[in-house]
Each structure stands twice: as structure tokens, then as C-alpha cells.
């Protein structure tokens, strides 16, 4: 019988050589079995219903569209970075749910003419913290194509994104029979005192601009019988958060494909262990963590009744100016330096 977990390896990737999450034959086998035997899904929407806010007809995608799925709420102040981020990799569409946001963010989404908005009738939690959503947009818009899938504080970085476009680099990865993209979550925080990091969107600063470092150190990579995981970071070092760091942004969607129980490990597993990595900038820590912790709190929409907020509140709460500023601290300067310190893992020419 297959092992469903083997050893932990180091995280980042640069001392290593070969692959570390390379499936074994008989896992690869099992796998492929797996995905070939599925049948391909009949998929029925579920009784959750998306309804467009703009009106009631939605504009099918055409071949050439790269279109982009997240979910936002609360956001208002990441959507001119994320917009301004992801149209400059080739990003042509814009595919939204709005979870009831009351920052303003409805207004600047309704004014993106690239945009196709969409509210529900359910909360995030009771959307299964969004895979529902997701996946009725997957069949609403089309199978047998790329995908992005995000939210709105996470910025996908790879290693040729200043010079090849996300359609082209997708189309390489389908070339080598790669049909999903897996990212490492990289936590970035301000090195300054946290009541200084003030990140607004108002002007043209990116949020890495304001969360400038990120944890060089301290993460742990392991595996199962279906995908990645990578653990640690920031989050683990300085609140004690044991939190799922791998996700899947960049995906080939056909009808054996589903989110399953999360969105870090999509199904089949099959294409979870392909020989390339990026990583998705994330952003959480700035100088009003405190009230968005608590808010979050509040409205109890995330797994487990807010655990990981809960926790992260009653640490904010015993603290005063944090500073996370370590030895293992690094400033973000780019793609090709988390390629050379072992965070991205290239695809080979």
C-alpha cells in the first residue's frame, strides 16, 4: 500500500537537488489510474446562487481571454495593485464575487470595464469558504482552459513574469503536460514599527512596498497521497499559526477537475506535483491588523469559527508595537531573487 505521507523536507528549495516531491512509480501509477477512471463530471451547480451585478447576461470568454477569478471582501486598498499587477502579466478579464463588501470596494469594482462582478445570496462560510462560488464560476465560464484563482490580497509571481506574459508561460506549462501551478504563500511585513505601515491603495504604492520583508527561514515541505503542503513562515514564527501555505493559482480546469474539501489541494491529485513552483505574494500585516483581525472575528465566515483569527486576536491582543524584524528576515526585490534563494523552483527550457 502507498505511504499517504512521507518526510519532511527543507523549505526553501536552493540546497537541494532533483525534485523533492517527485511521486514515486507506483504513487504516479495509482494517480494516473485515478484521474483516468473518473468519470468526467456532470456538474450541477449548486444551490448556491452567484447573480451577475451588472445585469443579468454574462460575456463568454473567448480563446484568447485570460481571465481571473477572486473573491473580495472588505478590499478597497489592494484593488489598484491587484488589477494593475495582474493586467500588466496579461490578464484580460476580471472575474469577481463580492462578499458584501462596505469599503467602497463595490464601487471601484463596478467601474473596471474588464470586470464581471457577481453577489450571492450566502456568506463566504456558507459557501464552503468559497469553493462553491469558485467552481460554479469554473462552469459558468468554461471548461478546457487556464484559469487564475486568487483572492484579492494575493499577487502571483513566477519566474519570467517580467518577461513573458502569464498566457504564454500557462501555454509552456501545458506544452510539458503541466496542468496545475502550485505557490508558495510568502507572508510579506514591514520591518518598521507596525503603527508606521500604513498601506491605503490611495496612491500608486504596491503593498510590498509597505510590507517590504519576508521570512527567509523556518518553513517545512511535506507531502501526501495528494499534494504539497508547506507550513511556517511568519505566521508560524511570530503568532504561532500553523496555517496552509501552498495553493494552486494557475490552473487547467476540465470537468474531472473539483476543489474537493479546500482550495489547497485541488482534485485530481494527479497534477499536484508538477517539476515547477512560483509563489503568491500575500498581505495581512500592516498597521491596522488589529481592527481587521477583529472584524474578522466578528463576522465568523472563516474555517472553524474563525480559529486562526481567534488566535491571532488574542495574541494582538496581549502585544503592543510588534516588531518582525528577525534574523531570517529578507526584502523583497523581485522573482528572479526568490528563484535564486530557493522559493521558486523554474521550469526547466
Not at 68 to 75: E, K, R
Not at 161 to 167: G, N, P, Y
Not at 248 to 253: G, I
Not at 307 to 317: A, C, I
Request: glycine share 6%.
Amino acid at each position: 500500500m502507498i505511504s499517504t505521507r512521507r518526510n519532511d523536507n527543507g523549505y526553501p528549495l536552493s540546497s537541494r537537488t532533483g525534485l523533492p516531491w517527485a511521486p514515486n512509480p507506483l504513487h504516479r501509477i495509482e494517480l494516473a489510474c485515478q484521474y483516468h477512471f473518473r468519470k468526467k463530471r456532470s456538474f450541477r451547480p449548486n444551490s448556491i446562487r452567484l447573480s451577475p451585478v451588472k445585469g443579468d447576461r454574462v460575456k463568454p470568454l473567448t480563446k484568447q481571454d485570460v481571465p481571473l477569478v477572486f473573491l473580495c471582501h472588505n478590499d478597497r486598498r489592494f484593488l489598484p495593485a491587484f488589477f494593475a499587477h495582474h493586467r500588466r502579466m496579461g490578464v484580460t478579464r476580471f472575474i469577481c464575487v463580492d462578499d458584501r463588501s462596505t469599503d467602497g470596494s463595490l464601487d471601484y469594482l463596478l467601474a473596471q470595464k474588464d470586470t464581471d462582478l457577481f453577489h450571492s445570496d450566502v456568506r463566504y462560510c456558507e459557501a464552503a469558504r468559497g469553493r462553491l462560488w469558485r467552481e460554479n464560476l469554473f462552469h459558468l465560464y468554461g471548461y478546457d482552459r487556464w484559469y487564475l484563482n486568487m483572492d484579492s490580497d494575493e499577487f502571483l509571481v513566477y519566474e519570467t513574469l517580467e518577461r513573458e506574459s502569464v498566457r504564454d508561460f500557462a501555454h509552456r506549462l501545458q506544452r510539458k503536460g503541466i496542468r496545475r501551478f502550485p505557490t508558495a504563500m510568502i507572508d510579506l511585513y514591514p520591518v518598521i514599527s507596525l503603527r508606521l505601515a500604513t498601506f491605503d491603495g490611495h496612491d500608486r504604492t504596491m503593498p510590498w512596498e509597505v510590507a517590504t520583508h519576508f521570512d527567509g527561514a523556518g518553513y517545512i515541505l511535506s507531502l501526501d497521497n495528494k499534494g504539497i503542503s508547506i507550513r511556517g513562515g511568519v505566521r508560524g514564527r511570530v503568532f504561532g499559526l500553523d496555517v496552509e501555505l501552498i495553493k494552486y493559482p494557475l490552473v487547467f480546469w476540465d470537468r474531472r477537475c473539483s476543489l474537493g474539501v479546500s482550495i489547497h489541494c485541488p482534485l485530481p491529485g494527479i497534477f499536484n506535483f508538477p517539476p515547477a513552483m512560483g509563489c503568491l505574494l500575500h498581505f495581512k500585516i500592516f498597521s491596522d491588523i488589529r481592527q481587521r483581525t477583529q472584524a474578522a472575528v466578528r463576522a465568523n465566515q472563516h474555517f472553524n469559527g474563525a480559529q486562526v483569527y481567534r488566535q491571532l486576536q488574542s495574541y494582538l491582543d496581549t502585544n503592543g508595537d510588534i516588531r518582525f524584524a528577525h534574523e531570517c528576515s529578507l526584502p523583497y526585490t523581485g522573482p528572479q531573487d526568490l528563484v535564486e534563494r530557493g522559493f521558486m523552483l523554474p521550469l526547466a527550457s
